[in-house]
């Protein structure tokens, strides 16, 4: 009898294992990448067909490097070729000769330099609130991309009269500027524009964006910050609410669909400490989730954008902190279909496994001051399995495993994109001249497989302290997200010459904007500080 069961038993797996390679090949790549390396470490006829098959190789190099195909890719290209481009690509980020680029000529004021800056889009985006001025130029564009440039002088970015511009938001992939003012002090709208030409955007629901409740008409803004992702557009506001106490401030956090209507119901409110000194900052996660930073990570839905967005989890923060969010705009992933089928990349970041990084900045008593840099992957905004929105999810059951934490007590420069962290810091700290020098981070699952012997690989586990954003509490973090490290040593930035202004990062380049320095005579002797000619440094990987 027991044999009889045994024979039963191995039948079907005889019967599975004996059709042919092609159909095995087509049968496992319906399975989850981990499936299917699960499936070839156990059986030798299943390895052996994984190895045979560029397919099965390339669906598992995607889901490791947390990419996400690309529609309307010309399927001409062998899969093949897309598998080892994939490859070289990836290991091609961990040996980038910074002596090899290209220089792109930047004259701007120092006004420029107070407002964030951005390389998006393959375009260089900048926009001086004082000066009220804006341009966008085309930093060394390849054959198939789209080139934009243009300047907008003072009273060009919006010609209503008393206004004045609160924030502006360029998008390159979409061919989109935004532009929030605020007329008589009180109401607040955003301009939709397209960036190659004067008017309305071919695409917007109407010429301009407006709010949905009575608060313009009550509240003084006091400062806003406008972002977008995709069909979205939020505008977050800090309010002067004279019905607060002293230790109180209100804000204001208001979604739109731009492309299909100029009015919102989509709207967030609450107050914030009178501490913090600008609005709540927040973060798009892919087309339908919100990350709004408080003291804490609120994570909302807007998928529903004829509702207010749908609390889904509270991810508390170990401690008191004003924190800020850094976020990539994927140049490729949010694009409108048309643009999206002129481009000739083949893949994007996963929204659902890619990184976002906070700052918090501290400054106590001292003179010394110091910023905290968390750097998170999105993962747990989308595994909530189990998560009750009404049940905040303490640190410790959420942060260690999906966070590394950095604490510098100097300058320093980050930007990410994907799962790749770009940073800028000294070697030696303790040296009185800082030259900061460029460190590489991969956190994706595939890096210790294709940094092929380069690099370090980081998997135990780091302790940082932290403090709060006076620097009179602190306790130290315990956090291992792994990943692997390049530094790249052998270009120390001179900070006599010039300085290093800030870094940027995308799927094929490394951006470095660098000022020159200019003499300011102080009590008879120079000072040098940074000017108003400088060069932006392009790094082909």
């Known amino acids: 009898m027991q044999r009889t069961v045994d024979y039963i038993e191995m039948k079907p797996q005889t019967r599975f294992l004996s059709v042919t390679e092609e159909l095995l090949s087509y049968i496992l790549s319906f399975l989850p990448h981990r499936d299917i390396l699960r499936c070839t470490s156990v059986c030798k006829t299943l390895r052996q067909t994984y190895l045979s098959s560029s397919r099965l190789q390339y669906i598992v190099e995607m889901s490791g490097q947390k990419l996400l195909a690309v529609p309307n890719t010309d399927n001409s290209i062998p899969i093949s070729k897309h598998l080892q481009f994939l490859r070289d690509k990836a290991h091609a980020w961990f040996k980038v000769d910074l002596h ?189 989730r919100l990350l709004v930073t408080t003291d804490n990570l609120n994570l909302y839905s807007i998928e529903d954008m004829s509702q207010p967005p749908e609390l889904l989890a509270c991810f508390l923060m170990p401690m008191l902190m004003e924190l800020r969010c850094l976020s ?96 800028a810091f000294p070697v030696d700290t303790r040296a009185e001249k800082w030259e900061p020098v460029l460190h590489l981070m991969d956190f994706s699952p595939l890096a210790v497989t294709n940094r092929r012997g380069l690099g370090r690989v980081v998997k135990k586990p780091s302790t940082t302290y932290i403090t709060d954003s006076n620097d009179e509490f602190g306790e130290y973090l315990t956090t291992s997200l792994p990943y692997v490290e390049v530094v790249f040593s052998d270009r120390k930035f001179d900070s006599d010459a010039s300085e290093l202004q800030d870094i940027w990062i995308d799927k094929d380049r490394i951006y470095m904007l660098n000022a020159d320095k200019e003499p300011v005579w102080f009590g008879g002797s120079p000072l040098f500080q940074a000017g108003s000619t400088g060069k932006l440094e392009v790094i082909d990987v």
């Open 100 to 288: 090899s680029f290209k220089t792109v000529p930047v004259t701007m004021s120092q006004y420029f330099r107070e407002e964030p800056n951005i390389v998006a889009g393959g375009h260089f985006c900048l926009w001086s609130r004082q000066e009220d001025t804006a341009m966008i130029f085309p930093v060394l564009p390849k054959p198939s991309q789209q080139s934009i440039r243009r300047n907008w002088l003072p009273g060009t970015l919006c010609s209503v009269p008393h206004s004045r511009n609160l924030d502006v938001f360029m998008d390159p992939a979409q061919n989109l500027i935004s532009v929030a003012y605020v007329v008589d002090h009180k109401a607040v709208y955003i301009n939709l524009g397209a960036l190659d030409s004067d008017g309305v955007h071919p695409e917007a629901a109407g010429e301009r964006l407006c709010l949905s409740d009575d608060s313009e008409n009550r509240f003084e803004t006091e400062s806003a910050k406008l972002k977008g992702f995709g069909r979205h557009i939020a505008l977050s506001r800090r309010l002067d609410d004279a019905n607060l106490t002293s230790l109180d401030k209100a804000w204001q956090l208001q979604i739109w669909d731009w492309k299909h209507s100029t009015t919102s119901s989509s709207i967030l409110s609450g107050a914030v400490p009178n501490r913090s000194y600008t609005a709540i900052d927040f973060c798009f996660l892919g087309n339908n």
């Open 328 to 423: 990539p705009i994927d140049d490729i992933g949010h694009s409108s279909e048309s643009h999206m089928q002129a481009q000739s990349t083949m893949y994007t970041s996963d929204p659902t496994h890619q990184l976002i990084c906070l700052t918090a900045f501290s400054t106590g008593h001292s003179l010394l001051s110091s910023t905290q840099v968390f750097i998170i992957s999105t993962r747990i905004f989308f595994d909530l399995d189990g998560m009750a929105a009404a049940t905040p999810i303490p640190w410790q059951h959420w942060g260690p495993s999906n966070t590394r934490v950095f604490h510098y007590w100097h300058n320093f420069q980050i930007h990410i994109n994907g799962n790749r962290v770009l940073q």
